[in-house]
């Protein structure tokens, strides 16, 4: 790693490394009418720790990216009578689908890709549409080319979505 304002060089050794880095990362919090006056607790993802002290509480997770997915499932585990608002199409994908795409990634098309992984995920999630998960009409690898959109890897949360645990 270099400092930039001194010049100086550092090297790191390590067994594993993890980049997170990511695109994501800044707090973006919407103008909403009248959110001023809520009672609540308003926070955003990046500000969230743990769902401990939630349950019986009504909590509303607004965004279906891979963090307000993460969120609302581990609010739900956590006992919280949990909601999420879900205004994009996204892809719903497991990390098992996702890692079969990527290695596939090296020695397939990329359209190819696209309905390979979409063949994998009607399989296993069947018609998320009937849930409220529209899926783009773009395949997942192709949307992450051309849009600053991902995939959001299940954790477990479409099947919370699909009991009624989370609304």
């Known amino acids: 790693a270099v400092d930039h304002a001194t010049g100086l060089v550092e090297r790191y050794a390590a067994r594993h490394l993890?980049?997170?880095?990511?695109?994501?990362?800044?707090?973006?919090?919407?103008?909403v009418p009248g959110l001023d006056g809520f009672p609540g607790k308003v926070m955003h993802a990046c500000e969230y720790k743990t769902g401990k002290g939630m349950e019986g509480k009504a909590v509303l997770v607004v965004g279906s990216g891979n963090s307000g997915m993460e969120i609302a499932y581990d609010l739900a585990e956590a006992g919280a009578a949990t909601s999420i608002?879900?205004?994009s199409e996204f892809?719903?994908?497991?990390?098992?689908?996702?890692n079969v795409a990527m290695t596939l990634y090296r020695y397939l098309p990329l359209w190819l890709?696209?309905?390979?992984?979409?063949?994998?995920?009607?399989?296993v999630f069947g018609d998320t549409s009937r849930y409220g998960l529209r899926r783009p009409a773009i395949g997942p690898f192709s949307m992450k080319i051309h849009t600053p959109a991902y995939p959001v890897v299940d954790v477990g949360t479409y099947a919370k979505i699909k009991t009624g645990e989370i609304q």
């Open 18 to 31: 993890v980049a997170a880095a990511g695109e994501n990362d800044e707090k973006v919090l919407p103008e």
């Open 85 to 87: 608002i879900v205004r």
């Open 91 to 98: 892809h719903l994908v497991t990390k098992e689908i996702w």
């Open 113 to 123: 890709i696209d309905r390979i992984v979409l063949f994998m995920c009607s399989v």
